[in-house]
């Protein structure tokens, strides 16, 4: 009569060798869905502002689905291999036009400096008492024009000693974080300041009167979303730059802190309505905020330009003692 070995507990049979990875891998399978449900969840962000605050963290979605997805060849879990697959191409949708290289071939005549506009943007973060060094970056570059974000007295004084620099200024220093400035090395026509809600927060809407053709330019600085207010406020403050964009008869430049990542839904009606593109795209994902914590670091500085523009450069600029990195765009208007 055969006989049954019965299995010793501190010798494991090969069977339960191999289930053991499959159970000891079931963390992986709520990872996996975590990272699906984040990357999912902006695609819903209008009918929430928590959700639409998910797509501000694109690319972290994408590391954390690639590094799930290898630790899969440990841990064999077909269902965190599936949610992880779809959160990676998901976000690498969103991704990959900012990582593809775009062509910069201008031709000569239009490659000629004079045709070029060379733009920051810099928020210098209104609790830092010490311009120095925003001061000395802005003199060492010297762009043609500059948008500064959270200006107050102090700053504004410190932008007025730039007077060398640039001769044409608009200054509206606030006690808040929401003053603005537009400084040029050109002359400015058609100025206005304008608040596109009822927070009464500014904008600079500009003729720029450059020798080789003038051109529109918009500096903004729009409330955060701290909250579903908040959110609205963003989303109607992009709109009214989006249709003040779209309705300028000459090519139009757009630059400023916009609290908003180009994936959010905000983001995505401002380009969408205004016709403008984001100088970042095929130059990579080059977040601006925070400067000096290793997390978050997300892309809310922008520059938006025609589509028929050419952008030479675009880079993040060095740390000027504020909370954000200044934004460094070479453009060539059409």
């Known amino acids: 009569m055969p006989t049954t070995v019965p299995t010793d507990p501190a010798h494991p049979t090969a069977s339960s060798a191999e289930e053991r990875p499959l159970r000891g891998g079931r963390w992986l399978d709520v990872i996996a869905l975590g990272v699906l449900f984040g990357s999912l969840a902006g695609w819903a962000g209008s009918w929430h502002w928590l959700l639409d605050l998910t797509t501000h963290f694109r690319w972290y979605w994408l590391v954390l689905s690639l590094g799930g997805l290898a630790a899969c060849l440990r841990w064999r879990r077909p269902t965190a291999v599936a949610y992880l697959a779809i959160a ?36 210098v973060h209104r609790v830092n008492d010490d311009p120095t060094a925003a001061v000395a970056y ?106 003040t964009a779209a309705a300028a008869t000459l ?4 630059a400023g802190d916009f609290n908003a990542a180009p994936w959010s839904r905000p983001f995505r009606r401002l380009v969408a309505t205004s016709g403008l593109v984001d100088s970042a795209l095929g130059r990579g994902v080059q977040a601006t905020w925070h400067a000096h914590l290793p997390a978050p670091r997300i892309p809310i500085d922008h520059v938006l330009v025609p589509p028929e523009a050419t952008v030479l450069r675009r880079e993040v600029g060095p740390d000027i003692g504020s909370d954000h990195l200044p934004i460094e765009a070479e453009i060539v208007l059409p």
Request: one cysteine or more.
């Open 251 to 254: 090519p139009c430049l757009v």
């Open 138 to 243: 802005l003199r060492d570059r010297r762009p043609d024009v500059v948008a500064v974000l959270e200006v107050d007295a102090d700053w504004a004084t410190a932008l007025d000693g730039l007077a060398d620099v640039f001769p044409h200024r608009v200054i509206r220093p606030r006690t808040d974080n929401f003053g603005i400035a537009l400084l040029s090395r050109w002359p400015l026509d058609s100025v206005e300041v304008v608040a596109f809600t009822d927070t009464g927060f500014p904008s600079i809407v500009a003729t720029v009167r450059r020798p080789a053709g003038d051109f529109r330019f918009i500096a903004t600085h729009p409330f955060p979303p701290f909250n579903a207010r908040c959110t609205d406020q963003l989303v109607a403050h992009l709109d009214g730059v989006a249709k």
């Open 88 to 123: 990676a191409m998901v976000n690498a949708r969103d991704l990959l036009p900012y990582w593809l290289p775009k062509s910069t071939v201008v031709p000569a005549a239009t490659a000629a400096d004079e045709r070029r506009v060379f733009v920051v943007s810099m928020n």
